[in-house]
T-cell receptor, first 117, second 111 residues
């Protein structure tokens, strides 16, 4: 398996522009997670989906952030409008629900480094 | 409010010696704890985990210790190798699908 795929790997944009980050989870995984990594806060969970349904979006910082999962093999995280403080590395992760509860391993993609000027 | 804290942003250890990475948590409902390792320009990868019903879990050179009364978790790497140089994230969950991560500790193993 190719693992979790994210695109683009790097994105540089200007303040006010719309940014769309993309993720393809590992085939067969029921859960998909979006994280943001910053120096100050480490890895923060933004939102996660189970069977394509958003379960918890309490980590989404503002209404400027939105996420969708139209099917089991694709998810997007959109920021509109983007601001310099959104600059961070955004990770997508997926896992199965086979073990039940919270013990299945999350597999992370390589991340998208976003720079908002 | 950081529920999972890694108070040491960096650690430097000589090759062959023991590396000890520490993690503190505040939520007594956490029942599962994990360590992830991250190399530059890559996503975090799972390293080792421990359930709250145990106080130790070992996997090769890596051992995780859990002290529930102190709400403290530690990762021991023995012996440390240059390839262990990475950022290590502690994470915890509380009967949910969510993982709460710390801010990470950068480990450097020098010859």
């Amino acid at each position: 398996d190719a693992g979790v795929i994210q695109s683009p790997r790097h994105e540089v944009t200007e303040m006010g522009q719309e940014v769309t980050l993309r993720c393809k989870p590992i085939s067969g995984h029921d859960y998909l997670f979006w994280y943001r990594q910053t120096m100050m806060r480490g890895l923060e969970l933004l939102i996660y989906f189970n069977n394509n349904v958003p379960i918890d979006d309490s980590g989404m910082p503002e209404d400027r952030f939105s996420a969708k999962m139209p099917n089991a093999s694709f998810s997007t995280l959109k920021i509109q409008p983007s601001e310099p403080r959104d600059s961070a590395v955004y990770f997508c992760a997926s896992r199965t629900g086979l073990a039940g509860g919270n013990t299945d391993t999350q597999y992370f993609g390589p991340g998208t480094r976003l720079t908002v000027l | 409010d950081q529920q999972v804290k890694q108070n040491s942003p960096s650690l430097s250890v000589q090759e062959g010696r023991i590396s000890i990475l520490n993690c503190d948590y505040t939520n007594s409902m956490f029942d599962y704890f994990l360590w992830y390792k991250k190399y530059p320009a890559e996503g975090p990868t799972f390293l080792i985990s421990i359930s709250s019903i145990k106080d130790k879990n070992e996997d090769g050179r890596f051992t995780v210790f859990l002290n529930k009364s102190a709400k403290h978790l530690s990762l021991h790497i023995v012996p440390s190798q240059p390839g262990d140089s990475a950022v290590y994230f502690c994470a915890a969950s509380a009967w949910t699908d969510k993982l709460i991560f710390g801010t990470g500790t950068r480990l450097q193993v020098f010859p």
